[in-house]
């Protein structure tokens, strides 16, 4: 009878252990049913952090204080490590700047109040084509005021001035928060950019892998430096970082029915740094990935990458691809593929021959649409090659991460693709 009773008691156990299991699974299911796991792909420097950003505009997931001021302070290190990377740049490319002649463009000397360098109806373009209308702070005030150097001083240009603003430059402070842009800086920038000689290395950026970004902060300028500036969603979008280590984001979507109830959707997206010295850390991620986000630099196709001068970006990011396609963890994952940075793609194919990079390209020099269409096909190419084109999808779209209208009307598909992968994959369509 005792055994009897242990046996009835054994049972109800585990009746309720299995119970509890299968509740258990139920809930795991309808949760992987409800978030969406998507994975940030791409080489260096493809956009993949400027794409994130732009969707916690997009999705309302505003930036807190503490984030606002790490990225008003990346503004500042993104101006002077960009000029300090092209002043690095310039022996590799067989240029200089001659500390003798000083700068070539003169600047006026009518600034009594010694204010550093704020220009009053300065127009912003590209390097060396800004119009410095006001005044910058004149340099060196300890310099004698001798006959050789009065001509210069009157023309508000010291004989080293230039030399000097590129040791400012050189040795430019890792600013504390709270802290103001240096004042001094804003001229130095400025003069810099428009030096001739590093508008000549800045024509030929792709050799360097120099920052795209620059152009845009410099076209913020004197803003920039204003008293108490803080950055807009604009300039957030536009700072650059590493990524390093993983990066989770989760994204709140509308409710939708699912198995006949109302219930909350997200989209957890992961970013992990696309330099080769991160790659090792992506297998990390690859558990229960829904969809892959794949970004691509148009752009890359004559650039160098930054972390190894003699790699083509566009050829990297084909490698890193076609690793993703065969591998067995992606059997089934929607692959999704932004060609990004069109803006400065089609900008660049104006003078830069695709053909000097692919030579089997056979397009026009010019043709920005040809040489989208090259692209396009060379990665579904890689798709079609893994041999898994009825086991999943590849979705192509050319994006400027840059624009949040765009990226918000692509991102609409992009979700919608991700949800419905989502779905069929927990079995629910």
């Known amino acids: 009878m005792g055994i009897c009773m242990s046996s009835d008691a054994v049972s109800d156990t585990d009746r309720k252990l299995h119970e509890e299991a299968e509740k258990a699974l139920k809930e795991a299911k309808a949760h992987l049913a409800l978030q969406s796991k998507v994975l940030l792909l791409g080489s260096g420097d493809s956009g993949k952090s400027t794409v994130l950003k732009q969707m916690r505009l997009i999705y309302n997931l505003p930036f807190s204080s503490s984030e606002t001021e790490h990225f008003r302070l990346l503004i500042f290190d993104n101006l002077v490590t960009g000029l300090k990377l092209i002043l690095d740049a310039l022996p590799d490319m067989g240029l200089e ?20 360098g704020y220009v009053r109806g300065w127009a912003p373009g590209e390097c060396g084509g800004t119009v410095a209308s006001a005044t910058f702070r004149q340099r060196l005030a300890s310099e004698p005021d001798t006959s050789s150097s009065r001509g210069a001083r009157d023309a508000g ?26 004042l001094e800086y804003l001229g130095a920038i400025l003069r810099l950019w428009e030096e001739p000689v590093i508008c000549q290395a800045w024509a030929r950026a792709n050799e360097a892998a120099l920052p795209e970004n620059l152009p845009y ?14 950055p807009t969603p604009q300039d957030i979008v536009h700072t650059r970082a590493r990524t390093v280590g993983i990066t989770e984001t989760t994204f709140k979507l509308a409710a939708a029915q699912i198995q006949g109830a109302e219930r909350n959707r997200e989209v957890l ?58 591998s067995v963890w992606f059997k089934q994952t929607s692959i999704i593929v932004f060609l990004n940075k069109n803006d400065l793609y089609e900008k660049k194919i104006k003078t830069s021959h695709i053909r000097t990079y692919f030579p089997e390209y056979d397009g026009e020099k010019a043709d920005a649409k040809a040489g989208r269409d090259y692209f396009r096909k060379r990665f579904k190419r890689l798709g079609v090659k893994a041999g898994r084109a009825k086991e999943r999808e590849i979705y192509v779209y050319t994006t400027n991460a840059t624009d949040t209208a765009m990226l918000t009307a692509v991102m609409r598909a992009v979700v919608d693709i991700v949800l419905r992968s989502n779905l069929s994959g927990a079995a629910f369509i």
Request: hydrophobic letters at 40%; charged letters at 20%.
């Open 157 to 182: 240009v010291l004989p080293d001035a230039l030399m000097y603003d590129v040791s400012l430059i050189e040795l430019a402070p890792d600013l504390k928060g709270g802290i103001d842009f240096p």
């Open 217 to 230: 902060l410099i076209s913020a300028l004197p803003r920039l430096f204003t008293p108490g500036f803080l």
């Open 97 to 116: 700047l001659d500390a003798e002649q000083g700068y070539t463009r003169v600047y006026p000397a009518d600034d009594p109040s010694g204010r550093a």
């Open 269 to 326: 997206m992961v970013d992990v740094g696309g330099q080769k010295s991160e790659r090792r850390k992506w297998i990390h991620c690859f558990q229960d990935v829904t969809s892959i986000l794949f970004l691509v630099s148009l752009s890359g196709y004559d650039q160098v990458m930054v972390e190894d001068k003699s790699a083509n970006q566009m050829q990297d990011a084909m490698t890193i691809f076609d690793s993703i396609v065969h």
